[in-house]
């Protein structure tokens, strides 16, 4: 261990080296002080034949980068170690590990995500699954409004025993199992174009989900849900209108822009597909769907997928912010390519021939803003209720600028299948063209929710 040998070994003590100063050997040895040896291949590389920090030899033939420690005796520069052959096989064991676990945790993660095989197979397995998430969902409320309902009595009766406490715990533990055991629908619910079946619920029962659905959508969800999403609708125009012949070529094509939070999945598909199916499909240049930051799961990835599957014409756009409905329908007008902008609302059914009219008018005088006769879907029945009459109802407004209706006033001459001036509009349905709309300012960026820019519109 003293001798300084002229093959160029290095000292294990002092770590100098021999002859010269400089390795001359194809191969030196090196032991450092926590017994990791590192085997340096071919010769070494000389700088005064120093060592590292702990003993072991700094120059070394290096064929790795700056971090690395690929191959056996390579040097790693950022700990001056010459790791064995062993060491970084462990190491690259964890690595082999930790990537095996990320690829494992991904693949669950897109089979949780992805459409089952079921779902691929049925093209309504989609629309199928939501109903049974929001006919369970209901139920859920409905049986923990009770629970809350009774609770609330119970201390009512006895606020000060804390016995019935215990009880009430006792029987919300027994409700809560016992919901999660009746809840599931004793057959699949199976949703096509024309029927939807279930279990049969008893009359308490569906009175519960319609009132429950109700509070959350301000009309009956649960019974929407029921219907199938391209319901056929009574054809109720006049005699006259019905006869229109209308020239497509001559007509420009229109960007229909549905802005939503929240909305019902029923009503919302129900929409779009009645728009689709009651128009021709050369006069629709797409349909934005523009979703104001929505908070339920139903409009997640479920809508994003449904869309890809049924509809090529329907592009999905998100807010990352809620910013209300006046701002949402400038998020849309921005997207927009039709050379018309059709505005409507995200729980409507757009009735026989509803398109053709509206682009007619436009296509005749560009500055024409048209807006459809609104008939009334029940709230309560979802039943369509007809509101034609002889002369259609116009826009007012009082001095206070809250909008009203008023019977119209048709042109001296004119036939029932002509359009009818009105002096304001509801707002929520019409259809202008894209360059007028922004040549009159478009709407006011300050405004967010819905109420007053259909009169400032008007004006």
């Not at 910013?323 to 059914?349: P, Q």
């Not at 509803?354 to 609104?374: G, S």
């Not at 009159?440 to 004006?459: A, P, Q, T, V």
Request: some cysteine; overall charge neutral; glycine content about 6%.
């Amino acid at each position: 261990t003293h001798i300084h040998t002229h093959t160029g070994s290095v000292h294990k003590r002092t770590g100098t080296v021999g002859v010269e100063g400089h390795a001359r050997a194809a191969a030196a040895n090196a032991k450092a002080e926590e017994g990791l040896t590192g085997i340096v291949k071919g010769r070494a590389l000389v700088v005064l034949g120093e060592v590292g920090p702990r003993g072991i030899i700094v120059v070394a033939k290096v064929i790795v980068g700056v971090s690395g420690h690929i191959i056996q005796g390579a040097w790693c520069q950022k700990t001056g170690y010459i790791l064995t052959k062993a060491t970084m096989r462990a190491r690259t064991r964890e690595r082999l590990i930790l990537l095996a676990a990320v690829a494992v945790l991904f693949l669950l993660f897109m089979r949780h995500n992805s459409p089952s095989e079921d779902e691929g197979e049925n093209p309504k397995a989609l629309h199928q699954k939501q109903l049974e998430l929001q006919l369970k969902a209901d139920l859920e409320r409905v049986h923990a409004a009770k629970e809350r309902e009774q609770l609330l009595n119970d201390e009512r009766e006895s606020p000060w025993n804390p016995h019935k406490v215990t009880t009430v715990k006792e029987r919300r533990t027994t409700t809560t199992t016992t919901r999660a055991r009746t809840t599931t629908p004793t057959t699949k619910l199976t949703t096509t174009p024309s029927t939807v079946s279930t279990r049969v619920l008893s009359a308490e029962e569906i009175k519960a989900l319609e009132d429950a659905s109700y509070k959350r959508h301000w009309f009956n969800e649960y019974r929407s849900s029921l219907l199938p999403l391209d319901r056929p609708v009574p054809d109720i125009r006049v005699r006259e209108c019905a006869q229109v012949k209308y020239d497509l070529t001559t007509m420009p094509k229109t960007t229909i822009i549905i802005c939503f939070v929240d909305e019902a999945w029923s009503t919302l598909l129900r929409s779009v597909w009645s728009m689709i199916n009651r128009a021709p499909a050369s006069l629709i240049q797409e349909i934005l769907l523009v979703d104001d930051a929505s908070n339920v799961t139903w409009l997640g990835e479920n809508l994003k997928t449904y869309i890809r599957e049924h509809w090529p014409q329907v592009r999905l756009i998100r807010s990352p912010k809620r910013l209300g409905l006046i701002r949402a329908r400038l998020l849309g007008a921005y997207h927009a390519k039709g050379k018309v902008l059709t505005f409507m609302d995200s729980h409507v059914e757009a009735n026989v021939q509803w398109l053709e009219p509206i682009l007619a008018l436009i296509a005749k005088d560009r500055t024409t803003v048209v807006t459809p006769v609104i008939d009334v879907i029940s709230d309560r029945t979802m039943d369509y209720e007809s509101g034609i009459a002889a002369i259609p109802n116009v826009g007012t407004f009082d001095w206070t600028l809250d909008f009203n209706w008023k019977e119209g006033v048709p042109a001296p001459g004119s036939s029932p299948a002509d359009p009818v001036d009105s002096p304001t509009m509801a707002g929520g349905l019409f259809a202008i063209e894209r360059d007028y709309f922004y040549e009159i300012g478009s709407y006011d960026e300050e405004m967010g929710g819905w109420g007053g820019e259909n009169i400032e519109m008007s004006f």
